[in-house]
């Protein structure tokens, strides 16, 4: 009965490689969110889908591209993997645009 | 660029002590939320505030909306083990449709 799941939990891979995020979010929320962590604990927003409409794009590399299947879906796919892309990825769901956020367990990710 | 600096950075207490926190900015908030962080968790949310000088609790948690709207602090009462993790402001500016995150206070305790 978990609300905001995410797979993996843990992804190693080698620089240069193509790897996908998985997000899934069981709350009927219709707004979901990509956030990067970094070795320094800090959030920051990257992606923000709306039933499936992009919403938000921070300035994140044309690497990183969200997909949205349906709105408890928001995957994310990253070509080219750096070794700056090494961080813990947290996926997020709230209903509109600027209430609650919650967080998914988060991936971390280490590129080799 | 960081919008919100949060204080302290890292806490070390006994426990049974208080503790508070807390966030600022030199912009204007519409919403102000906490959250903590445990180890290989994502954020939890403990606590919303939606209106200038809104008080709310969370059991020993307590949080308030600054009345500058510019400003939020959190304070735990009678610390306990299970209160250890990173404490993450994070605040929605006027006329954002983003959170905008502290830094995170990382609170140790001592038993």
């Known amino acids: 009965d978990t609300a905001v799941s995410q797979t993996p939990k843990y992804l190693v891979t080698q620089m240069g490689n193509d790897k996908s995020i998985k997000c899934e979010q069981n709350?009927?929320?219709?707004?979901m969110y990509w956030y990067k962590q970094d070795s320094k604990k800090f959030l920051k927003i990257m992606f923000s889908?709306?039933?499936?409409?992009?919403?938000i794009n921070e300035t994140v590399p044309n690497r990183f591209s969200p997909k949205s299947p349906d709105k408890a879906h928001l995957n994310l796919h990253i070509n080219s993997l750096e070794l700056g892309d090494s961080a813990v990825y947290f996926c997020?769901?709230?209903?509109?645009?600027?209430?609650?956020?919650?967080f998914g367990p988060g991936t971390r990710l280490t590129v080799t | 660029g960081q919008q919100l600096n949060q204080s302290p950075q890292s806490m070390f207490i006994q426990e049974g002590e208080d503790v508070s926190m807390n966030c600022t900015s030199s912009?204007?908030?519409?919403?102000w939320l906490w959250y903590k962080q445990e180890p290989g968790e994502g954020p939890v949310l403990l606590i919303a505030?939606?209106?200038?000088?809104e008080l709310t609790s969370n059991g020993r948690l307590t949080a308030q909306f600054g009345i500058t709207r510019k400003d939020s602090f959190l304070n735990i009462s009678a610390s306990i083990p299970s209160d250890v993790g990173i404490y993450f402001c994070?605040?929605?500016?006027?006329?954002?449709?983003?959170?905008?995150f502290g830094q995170g206070t990382r609170l140790t305790i001592n038993p």
């Open positions: 997020a769901s709230a209903t509109g645009f600027v209430y609650e956020q919650y």
């Open positions: 709350l009927g929320h219709d707004t």
């Open positions: 994070a605040g929605i500016i006027q006329g954002a449709q983003k959170l905008v």
């Open positions: 505030l939606y209106k200038a000088g």
């Open positions: 912009s204007i908030f519409n919403t």
């Open positions: 889908y709306n039933n499936k409409e992009l919403i």
